[in-house]
C-alpha cells in the first residue's frame, strides 16, 4: 500500500513522457502496466488518470489554460443538472461522488478535525514521526479513524483531510501559518525540478497531487504519495530541447 502511490506516479507520468518522445512501444508497455494495476487492485483513479493522459496528450494546448476555470465551473454546473435531473444511476452517482469528495466532503471534515481537536488537545505531529518511536500508537487511534468513530458512527471509516482539518489538528491555529509557509517551499521546489518540462507533463501531475493533497496530511503526500520522488523524477528528466539527463 505504500508503495501504491509511487507506482502510480511512475506508470502515469512514464506514459505522458513517452508519448511525448514518440516512443509508442515503451508508451504501449506504460499503458498496460496501468491497466494491470487497475485490474489487480481495483482502484479506479488508476483508470481515471490514464484516461486522463491520453485526453491530455491528444488534446491540450496552450490556448487552453485560458479556458480551464470556465470549465471547471461548467462541470460543476453539470453535476448539480445531472443530480437534480436523472434518478440514480452509475454514472449519476460517480458524478456525485466526485462532486461531493472534492468539494463538500474537505470541507465538512475540516469543521470536524477543527471540533475534536480544539477540544481534545493536538496531535504535534505525533502521527507523522512519533509512530516510528512509539508502539502505542494503533490503526484505531489515528486522527482519520477517531472523526470517523465521532462523527460518523463508524471506527473502521478513515475521514482523511490534508488541505485545513489535518493541518489543524496538529498545532491548532498555528498550523494555519505554519503549514502554507511549509507547502510554498516545496512548491517551490518543484518549480525548480520541472522548470523546462512539457506543460501536459505538469498538467497531469498536478491533477494527481491536487487529489493527494485533498485527501492526504502534508507529510503523507510528500513522502508516501511520492512528491519528493516526483522533484527528483522531474529533475533528472531529459527536457524537450536535449536528450540528455542533468547527471
Not at 470549465?71 to 445531472?82: P, Q
Amino acid at each position: 500500500n505504500y508503495l501504491k502511490p509511487i507506482a502510480t506516479l511512475f506508470v502515469t507520468i512514464g506514459l505522458i513522457f513517452f508519448l511525448l518522445r514518440r516512443k509508442y512501444y515503451m508508451s504501449i508497455l506504460f499503458l498496460i502496466f496501468g491497466l494491470m494495476m487497475y485490474a489487480f487492485g481495483a482502484h479506479k483513479t488508476d483508470f481515471i488518470l490514464l484516461l486522463l493522459s491520453g485526453l491530455i496528450y491528444f488534446f491540450y494546448n496552450e490556448n487552453l489554460k485560458n479556458y480551464l476555470v470556465h470549465g471547471f465551473i461548467g462541470v460543476n454546473i453539470i453535476i448539480i443538472i445531472c443530480d437534480n435531473l436523472f434518478s440514480a444511476n452509475i454514472f449519476k452517482i460517480e458524478l456525485v461522488g466526485f462532486y461531493v469528495r472534492t468539494i463538500y466532503a474537505p470541507n465538512l471534515l475540516s469543521y470536524n478535525y477543527y471540533d475534536y481537536f480544539n477540544t481534545n488537545g493536538f496531535l504535534y505531529l505525533r502521527e507523522h514521526f512519533q509512530h516510528w518511536f512509539d508502539s502505542s500508537i494503533s490503526r484505531d487511534s489515528l486522527s482519520s479513524y477517531l472523526i470517523g468513530a465521532h462523527y460518523f458512527g463508524d471506527p473502521k471509516m478513515a475521514s482523511n483531510n490534508g488541505l485545513i482539518g489535518t493541518d489543524f489538528a496538529q498545532f491548532g491555529w498555528m498550523s494555519l501559518l505554519i503549514f502554507p509557509l511549509l507547502r510554498v517551499v516545496f512548491f517551490k521546489l518543484y518549480d525548480g525540478a520541472s522548470k523546462g518540462l512539457n506543460q501536459k507533463l505538469l498538467i497531469i501531475n498536478s491533477i494527481m497531487f491536487g487529489f493527494a493533497f485533498i485527501n492526504s496530511a502534508l507529510f503523507t503526500t510528500l513522502i508516501s504519495g511520492g512528491w519528493l520522488i516526483m522533484c527528483l523524477l522531474f529533475y533528472v528528466m531529459p527536457r524537450q530541447q536535449s536528450n540528455q539527463c542533468k547527471f
